[in-house]
């Protein structure tokens, strides 16, 4: 079993592009949230998907979107990146309605410059 | 609303010295409590979890927490530190009636080892 795993591990944007990161969730999870993890801080709650729709969203901007695909993946977008947008992206995946754990991935580092 | 609280950024402790880390939450249902460490660069890794079942909640590595309703407090020990201990311990809450389970993280207290 993979866990979840989350692609590109590193990427470095400059101010004003867009970027997408990727999150294939634990075999049998169906459900995978984000994260955004500042320097020093712990996890902020992004967004939730199930059944290819956003479920549940944090205090974050629009820029901020999401997609699942019908085989439980996701994808994070983030249009217009800030400065501040420099975070560890933690995405995890659950199974919905059980109460089971959620496991996390290693997460995406992003660098705004 | 539900949030937690950790007191103290930074712990130190002696090699082989009991490790506190201290945690107190607030939530207006009965929650879900959990520790997490984080290692450096890397992802989250769940210690143990609360969930209703008994108080004292052991969980890997020798770790152990205990739910205090009357405090609020959700404190978690182990009673003798080992280097590899070193990381971020972070404390986090979820509802357990919503259907949309998000987790909420405290801001995180790092553990250091002397050794």
């Known amino acids: 079993d993979a866990g979840v795993t989350q692609s590109p591990t590193h990427l470095i944007k400059t101010r004003g592009q867009q970027v997408t990161l990727r999150c294939s969730p634990k075999s049998g999870h169906d459900t995978v949230s984000w994260y955004q993890q500042a320097l020093g801080q712990g996890p902020q709650f992004i967004f939730q998907?199930?059944?290819?729709?956003?479920?549940q969203r944090g205090n974050f901007p629009d820029r901020f979107s999401g997609h699942q695909f019908p085989n439980y993946s996701s994808e994070l977008n983030v249009n217009a990146l800030l400065l501040g947008d420099s975070a560890l992206y933690l995405c995890a995946s659950s199974l919905a309605d059980t109460r089971a754990e959620a496991f996390f991935g290693q997460g995406t580092r992003l660098t705004v410059v | 609303a539900q949030s937690v609280t950790q007191l103290g950024s930074h712990v130190s402790v002696s090699e082989g010295a009991l490790v506190l880390l201290r945690c107190n939450y607030s939530s207006s249902v009965p929650p879900y409590l959990f520790w997490y460490v984080q290692y450096p660069n890397q992802g989250l890794q769940l210690l143990l979890k609360?969930?209703?079942?008994?108080?004292l909640v052991k969980g890997i590595n020798g770790f152990e927490a205990e739910f205090k309703k009357s405090e609020t407090s959700f404190h978690l020990t182990k009673p003798s530190a080992h280097m590899s201990d070193a990381a971020e311990y972070f404390c986090a809450v979820s509802g357990r009636y919503s259907s949309a389970s998000k987790i909420i993280f405290g801001s995180g207290t790092r553990l250091s080892i002397r050794p």
């Open positions: 998907y199930y059944e290819e729709e956003e479920r």
């Open positions: 609360y969930t209703s079942a008994a108080t």
